[in-house]
Structure formats: C-alpha cells, structure tokens
C-alpha cells in the first residue's frame, strides 16, 4: 500500500524501534498489523495525558507507515482502560488556573478519538475488565469491539462531577441516539457484557481471558484483507454518519469505481474463476 496510490486508505505507521517496557504505550508490527498495548496496569491503564500523547505519536507515525494494514488496541493486565487521571483542584490552585490554555491543551489530546474513528484501516480493540470514561470513548471510535465475559462497561464522568470528553458523547449519540445517551451519561450506569452486547456497544463476546487472542486473531484477519476496500468502506460509513442520501450516493458510487482499478480486486476475481482463497496485497 503506498500514500499515493489511494486517496480512501492512506497510510498509518509503526515505529521502527520497540519502545521501552516501561513506556505508557507498548507498540509491535505483525505482518501488517500494528498492535498498540495501553501499558500502564499499576494504575488499570487509566487515561493520563502522557498515555494520550504516546497514542496520538503512535497513530500519526502509522500514516507515514505504508507497512501497516490494520490496527489492534489492547490493555496491558487486569483491565482495558478504568478511566482518565484528573485531579481536582484547590481553592488555591484555580486562581493561577489558565482556563483556555487547560482546555486547548486538552481539545489536542482528544485527536486521539478521531484519529482511531477515520483513520483508512480497520481499528478492533480488545476489552477486559473496567471500561469507562476515556476508556469508553477510545473503544467506541474503533472499528470492531471484542470483549471478554469480565467486561464492564461505564460511562462514569457523572460520579466525578465532570461532563466527559474524547467523543464519548459523540459515539453514544451515534451507536444508541440521544436519549439512551443521555440517560448513560447521566446516570453512569455499569453495563455487563451481556448488555453492552444488547446495545450494540461491543461487537462480539469471547471467555473470560481470550479477548486479546480472538481480537488478534480477527485483526490479523483485516490486515491481510483488501485495504483499500476497508479504507472505502470506512469513508463511506463516514459520510453516512454526517452527510445527505446523496452525498452518500456519490461517495458511494466514486469509491466503488475507484475500487475497481485495484490489484486487490482482480485478484478477488481471479480466485474465484480459479477456486482459491484470495491473496490481497492492499492495492
């Protein structure tokens, strides 16, 4: 796959070296899929701003990375993401409160949701444990959603007196509509699997402990498919969220056109006149 080739599947990046165990975000390529491990288990992988900066890195380096077909996040121990570190302040510490520079500097740290929502490749993450808060929000702007019977699912900004953020409130609107958001939101209710699963919050329900394994197992899946398909596809759901019917159409009919001149699909043709499975190569 090259940045050039395909203007609905850019290219997204690993880095070339390991980063250190001890970093927030452990990264490693697969034969075309780059997993992402929240590393942070002593503290449940809640969402601090360095994590959020590591993530943001990881992502903008995969668009130079034309060896990366699809995208895999998990957590590192016991849960998936408990939620974000905020402290509250003291009566002493707002007076020297910056109100618009905490608040930019936040809004660039939520990137991250976008960047996982319409990035070209397939996005999957692998649930376990506590999912709440920014946690939520990051499952929520992926692809597919694998989740394991322990996974608890939470909106939780309520119980701490905060509003929310990293679109969480965006993609609860979109999955459920508004009025099941708002209730989530405002009663910050904890959903079992077997729920989440009901509401179309997850895509799929493994055992207890085989999350990581079954969302490998599929991502891997997606890495070797037709990648230029994928990131079609995506673009086009995308219009849909947001544009008109015929918007939708044109986009529909502009990427379908486009996905005919690909490698990938005569050679889809090709294995089935021939009787085999296909062998894409993401162009």
Not at 273 to 281: A, L, V, Y
Request: proline share 5%; net charge negative; charged share 25%.
């Amino acid at each position: 796959m090259h940045p050039t080739s395909n203007p609905c599947a850019a290219p997204m990046t690993a880095s070339e070296e390991e980063p250190p165990v001890d970093s927030p975000l452990m990264s490693s390529l697969h034969r075309g899929l780059l997993v992402l491990t929240l590393n942070r288990p002593a503290r449940n992988n809640a969402l601090n701003a360095e994590l959020a900066e590591a993530l943001l890195q990881a992502f903008s380096e995969a668009r130079r990375d034309d060896r990366v077909r699809a995208i895999l996040i998990q957590g590192a121990g016991d849960h998936f993401c408990i939620g974000g570190e905020f402290d509250a302040l003291s009566d002493k510490t707002r007076w020297a409160f910056d109100f618009s520079r905490k608040t930019a500097d936040l809004r660039r740290l939520m990137e991250v949701s976008r960047m996982i929502h319409e990035t070209p490749l397939p996005v999957v993450t692998a649930l376990k444990g506590r999912v709440t808060g920014p946690g939520l929000a990051l499952a929520l702007a992926s692809d597919i959603r694998i989740a394991d019977e322990s996974t608890w699912l939470s909106t939780g900004y309520a119980r701490f007196g905060l509003s929310g953020g990293y679109g969480g409130v965006y993609f609860l609107t979109r999955l459920l509509g508004s009025a099941r958001a708002r209730e989530m939101l405002l009663l910050s209710p904890d959903l079992s699997v077997a729920e989440s699963l009901n509401m179309g919050l997850v895509t799929r329900v493994v055992p207890s402990g085989a999350a990581d394994k079954e969302a490998f197992d599929l991502a891997m899946s997606l890495a070797d498919g037709p990648t230029t398909s994928f990131g079609c596809i995506k673009q086009n759901v995308s219009m849909a969220e947001q544009g008109s019917i015929g918007e939708t159409l044109d986009m529909e009919a502009e990427n379908h056109v486009l996905c005919t001149l690909t490698a990938d699909h005569r050679e889809a043709n090709t294995a089935i006149r021939e009787g085999r499975d296909p062998e894409f190569i993401g162009l």
